[in-house]
């Protein structure tokens, strides 16, 4: 994530507890929640301090500036958890950051009563050690939700995983692309989206679209400038294959929906019948993980029908998600890098098995013509 937000434009970052932090205006809440591929929501921190009771808690809270950012009328439902803290009932955490919060606009407004019948304000407590941070959800639904997958398969992928698997591999859109379990079609359409610099969030709302503080013309300027951004196709086709073809028609109706259907072939075709006349292509893929009783052995050998796969594919890179543990005996390989990434709450490794780097081109010469996978 950190990559993506330099990509945009800002520099000063820092990390923690899996958040990335970086300061910026209303732009920056708009046009991180339009570009982000991978991140879960954008969050605006309103405060951080420490409180070892609820006296604390609520003297804290009030303190903060709220009006500058909740309207009158603003509706701000408060979510809360607690971990290794003096604080440790959530309910409680909750209910007094939403009394605090209530009391400094009632000084603010010069009211009584608030309707909450205007723009959403999400609110978290989060208390980690007696650590509270208190935070807006500017996204709403998870950033995941690109609005085009509106089918349900088994065990789908979310959508920031897929981008994220395709941002940590070395596919660029002049190479062959191919996900040979693409199920609903998640990775191979972000891999579209990422190669058509397409706003991930182009086609949804967020929390923060009717806030007022943030004025029509900034979303205006961000939606045009995402518009003006898009690149041409790929000459490459990307290639999704599985062997179900009622998931194959949801990826196909999916791929539709955002856009990317004329990018992206989607055949049925069983795994060990891969094969390209193709060089130096990747191999992006979330093969199934077989978590049934009774499937250890069809999960086992699916994995060993991956070496003569591999070998086959000679040239090519392959990027895996699995939480498989036998992954580099079964496919008779070592991984070149692996990354601990969480699929859902399944913790899982991404194997990065990388060929020859392709040859360099002079600049200006189209690739050479080779034949169809």
């Known amino acids: 994530m950190s990559r993506e937000l330099k990509s945009l434009g800002f520099e000063d970052l820092s990390s923690e507890d899996g958040r990335v932090h970086f300061s910026g205006g209303v732009d920056a809440i708009v046009r991180t929640n339009l570009w982000l591929r ?56 909750q209910r007094i950051v939403k009394k605090a919060i209530v009391e400094r606009l009632r000084s603010a407004y010069d009211v009584d009563w608030f309707e909450e019948t205007g723009p959403l304000y999400p609110i978290e407590v989060s208390v980690l050690k007696d650590n509270v941070k208190l935070t807006i959800d500017t996204s709403g639904a998870g950033l995941n939700k690109r609005g085009y997958r509106k089918l349900t398969a088994a065990a789908p992928l979310r959508e920031t995983l897929a981008a994220a698997m395709v941002q940590l591999s070395v596919w660029n859109p002049e190479r062959p692309f191919v996900d040979p379990f693409c199920g609903s079609g998640t990775i191979p359409i972000e891999a579209a989206l990422i190669a058509t610099n397409r706003a991930p969030g182009l086609n949804r709302s967020f929390a923060c679209t009717d806030w007022p503080q943030i004025e029509d013309s900034v979303w205006e300027h961000a939606w045009q400038e995402a518009k003006d951004l898009m690149k041409p196709a790929p000459e490459e086709l990307l290639i999704g294959t599985d062997v179900d073809p009622v998931v194959l028609g949801m990826a196909r109706y999916h791929a539709n929906r955002a856009g990317v259907g004329e990018l992206v072939h989607f055949q049925q075709r069983p795994f060990h019948e891969l094969s390209s006349q193709k060089k130096y292509g990747c191999v992006i893929t979330n093969p199934p993980y077989g978590e049934r009783l009774g499937e250890e052995a069809e999960i086992e050998r699916l994995y060993s029908s991956m070496a003569g796969v591999f070998n086959r594919l000679e040239t090519w890179s392959f990027f895996v998600l699995t939480p498989y543990p ?38 200006g010469q189209a690739p050479p013509d080779e034949a169809d996978s």
């Open 38 to 93: 991978s991140a879960d929501r954008i969050v605006l921190q309103l405060g951080e301090f420490t409180a070892r009771d609820f006296g604390e808690l609520f003297d804290k809270t009030r303190d903060l500036p709220w009006e500058q950012w909740l309207p009158r009328d603003a509706e701000f439902p408060v979510t809360g958890r607690s971990s290794k803290s003096q604080l440790h009932s959530v309910p409680d955490c």
């Open 326 to 363: 036998d992954f580099e005996k079964s496919v008779r390989r070592q991984s070149t890098r692996r990354r601990k990434l969480y699929n859902a709450k399944i913790a899982c490794t991404l194997h990065q098995l990388l060929g020859p780097r392709p040859p360099r081109r002079p600049a």
